[in-house]
C-alpha cells in the first residue's frame, strides 16, 4: 500500500480534513474550477505492486469539501487535470506502448459511473506525452511533457486541439536539459515547469553538499549528502563516501574532500582500532552473482594509498563490517551460488582465516556489526527466495540467536541497516510507505520508494525520518552529534546529473542508468537533483 493521502487545509483557520478514505492511496489532486469536485489517481482496491512503468491507478472523483461522493469514472489512468467540471485530461500507458493523454467526459444530468464517462485518446502514438495540464474553459491547447524517440531529454510542448499538432516550448531554450511537470495559469497565458537549475552569470554558484534537514527526533540531526554509501571514521571528524564510481573521504563538515580510490566501489566502512583504514566492495554495482567483486582495504592517509584485497576465492564478495576490536570483518559472498554471509579475519583477509555465517538458498547482504560485538544485522529474502521481499535480521556472530527485527513485516523492501553508536537501534532505508508520487512525474532512479526508519532492536518504537518521492537510501549513523548547519560547495561541473527512466526510449529500450545517491548523516539522506521554477510565455 501506500501512506500518500489528499488533505484539504482551510487557508484562513488552518483546520485540516483528510480527504482519502482510510486504507487508500491518493495521488495528484487536481480541483475542478468551481472548487466542487476533486479528482485523484488511486489506488484504492489494488495497493502498489512495486511496478514503475505503469502503476495501474485508477481515477476517482469526490467532493472537495469532505471527500464524499466518491466514484470512480476512469480505470487506467493517472495525473487528472479538469477543463471544465465535466471534463478533464489524464495520462496512460497506451496499449500500443506509448505514454498518451487522454480525455474524460463525464455525464452532465446523470449520476457519474465508470461506463458513462466518455474517454478518447487525445495526442498520437510515435512519441510518449504525459503529466498534462490545461486551464479553465481552455478549449485550445493542453501543455505536455514529452518524450520523444530521437531525444534523451523530456521537454514542454503545447498540443493544439484544433489541429492536433504539437509546438516546441524549452527545446530551443534549453535542448540538453530535462523539464518536468507543467502547469498552466487560469488565464491561459503563461506556462509553468520543473526543471534543473541552471547557472547564474552574475555569482559563483554552490550546491549543498551537506543539507540539513528537519528531523522528527529530538537530539538527532539529519542531513542528506550528494553521495552515496557514506560512513563516518571512529571519532566522526571523517566520512568515505562513493560516487559510483571512485571512492571518497572528507572532514566531519563537509570540507576537504579527496579522492582516494579511482575505481568503482560501494559500501564504505572503517576500521575502528587501524584508523585511518577504510574498507569497501569493488566491482560493479548491482551485478549478478558471478561478478568478480572483491572487499578491499585502504589506508587513506598513507602517501601511496595503498590498498590490499582480502577476498581471493567466491565471487560478489561486497558489504563488509568491521568487528568493533578490530580483529574480524563480517561481509556477504556468492562463492557458494547464493549471497550469504562471511567472517574472514580483518587484516590478512582470507588467508587469515574464514567463517561462514549463513547458508541457504536465499540472499543475505547488508550486514552491519553492532558496537558492542554482539549481534549482526543484515537484510535477506529467505522468507521468500528469489523475490524482491527483504527483511531485516539479527544474528550473533557465532551462528546463533536468529531473529526478525521486525516481526509482522509486509513483504516489502527493507535493506541497508546500520546500528546507532549505542548499539539500541537501527536507522535502514524501507518501502513499508510505498510510494508517494507518480513515478512517470520524477527522474530515474533505482526505485522510486523508499524511507528512512529508525527502530529498536525488537522491532518496536519504528519511527519515519524522511517524506518525500525519491528514494531515500544508505543510511549511516555518527557517533558525535553535528549542527544542523548546511555546508556549501562550489559548483564546477554540470548541474543536472540525472537522467530520465531507461524505458521511456522508444518504447522500452534501455537507456543509460543514472546515479540516485542518498545516505543519513547522524541520520540524513540524499535528492538526487535540484529544481527551480521556470516561467515562459505562451
Not at 534543473?196 to 549543498?208: H, I, P, S, T
Not at 518504447?507 to 543509460?512: F, M, P
Amino acid at each position: 500500500m501506500s501512506w500518500a493521502a489528499v488533505y484539504s487545509t482551510h487557508l484562513r483557520t488552518r483546520w485540516t480534513r483528510r480527504l482519502t478514505p482510510q486504507g487508500v492511496a491518493d495521488f495528484s489532486p487536481a480541483v475542478s474550477p468551481s472548487g466542487f469536485w476533486t479528482a485523484v489517481s488511486s489506488f484504492e482496491g489494488r495497493g502498489w505492486n512495486e511496478e514503475v512503468a505503469d502503476i495501474h491507478t485508477d481515477i476517482y472523483v469526490f467532493l472537495t469539501c469532505d471527500g464524499s461522493q466518491r466514484v470512480k469514472i476512469v480505470e487506467q489512468g493517472g495525473w487528472p487535470c479538469w477543463v471544465d467540471d465535466h471534463t478533464l485530461y489524464f495520462h496512460r500507458r497506451s496499449e500500443d506502448g506509448w505514454w498518451s493523454v487522454y480525455r474524460a467526459s463525464l455525464p452532465r444530468v446523470e449520476p457519474v459511473t465508470t461506463e458513462k464517462v466518455v474517454v478518447e485518446r487525445v495526442t498520437p502514438a510515435g512519441l510518449h506525452a504525459f503529466t498534462p495540464a490545461t486551464s479553465p474553459e481552455n478549449k485550445y491547447f493542453i501543455v505536455v511533457a514529452t518524450r520523444r524517440p530521437n531525444s534523451t531529454y523530456r521537454h514542454i510542448e503545447l498540443f493544439d486541439l484544433l489541429t492536433n499538432e504539437f509546438k516546441e516550448v524549452t527545446l530551443s531554450i534549453s535542448p540538453h536539459t530535462h523539464h518536468f511537470n507543467p502547469f498552466l495559469s487560469p488565464d491561459s497565458t503563461r506556462i509553468g515547469y520543473h526543471r534543473c537549475r541552471g547557472a547564474d552569470n552574475q555569482k559563483q554558484e554552490y550546491d549543498l553538499f551537506l543539507e540539513n534537514l528537519e528531523s522528527p527526533i529530538n537530539g538527532l540531526s539529519l542531513f542528506r549528502l550528494d553521495a552515496s554509501f557514506p560512513s563516518f571514521s571512529p571519532t566522526g571528524n571523517r566520512i568515505a563516501y562513493t560516487m559510483l564510481p571512485g571512492l571518497y573521504i572528507m572532514d566531519g563538515d563537509g570540507m576537504n574532500q579527496r579522492e582516494v580510490f579511482k575505481g568503482m566501489t560501494f559500501s564504505t566502512a572503517w576500521d575502528p582500532v587501524r584508523k585511518s583504514v577504510v574498507y569497501t566492495s569493488a566491482g560493479p554495482i548491482f551485478a549478478s552473482g558471478s561478478t568478480d567483486v572483491h572487499i578491499i582495504s585502504i589506508n587513506v592517509d598513507d602517501e601511496n594509498l595503498t590498498y590490499k584485497r582480502l577476498t581471493k576465492g567466491g565471487k560478489n564478495n561486497a558489504f563488509p563490517s568491521p568487528s568493533p576490536d578490530g580483529k574480524r570483518i563480517v561481509f556477504r559472498s556468492s562463492r557458494s551460488g547464493h549471497k550469504n554471509l562471511y567472517i574472514m579475519n580483518a587484516v590478512e583477509g582470507e588467508k587469515g582465516g574464514i567463517q561462514r555465517l549463513t547458508e541457504g538458498p536465499w540472499a543475505d547482504t547488508h550486514c552491519n556489526w553492532s558496537p558492542d560485538g554482539q549481534w549482526i544485522v543484515f537484510a535477506s529474502d529467505r522468507e521468500y527466495p528469489g523475490s524482491s521481499s527483504f527483511e531485516l535480521y539479527l544474528i550473533r556472530p557465532n551462528g546463533t540467536g536468529l531473529r526478525k527485527v521486525i516481526p509482522n513485516g509486509s513483504r516489502g523492501q527493507s535493506a541497508h541497516p546500520w546500528f546507532s553508536p549505542d548499539g539500541q537501534s537501527i536507522v535502514f532505508t524501507t518501502n513499508y510507505a510505498g510510494i508517494s508520487a507518480e513515478p512517470i512525474s520524477t527522474p530515474h532512479q533505482f526505485q522510486p520508494a523508499g524511507e528512512i526508519y529508525v527502530a529498536k532492536l525488537d522491532g518496536s518504537m519504528i519511527k519515519r525520518m524522511t517524506y518525500n518521492s525519491y528514494e531515500d537510501g544508505t543510511p549511516t549513523w555518527g557517533p558525535r552529534f553535528m549542527e544542523p548547519i548546511d555546508v556549501a560547495q562550489s559548483t564546477d561541473g554540470p548541474r543536472c546529473k540525472f537522467t530520465d527512466y531507461r524505458w521511456l526510449n522508444g518504447k522500452g529500450k534501455a537507456a543509460s542508468l543514472s546515479q540516485s545517491r542518498f545516505v543519513l548523516l547522524k541520520s540524513g539522506f540524499i535528492v538526487p537533483f535540484t529544481i527551480s521554477i521556470c516561467v515562459l510565455f505562451a
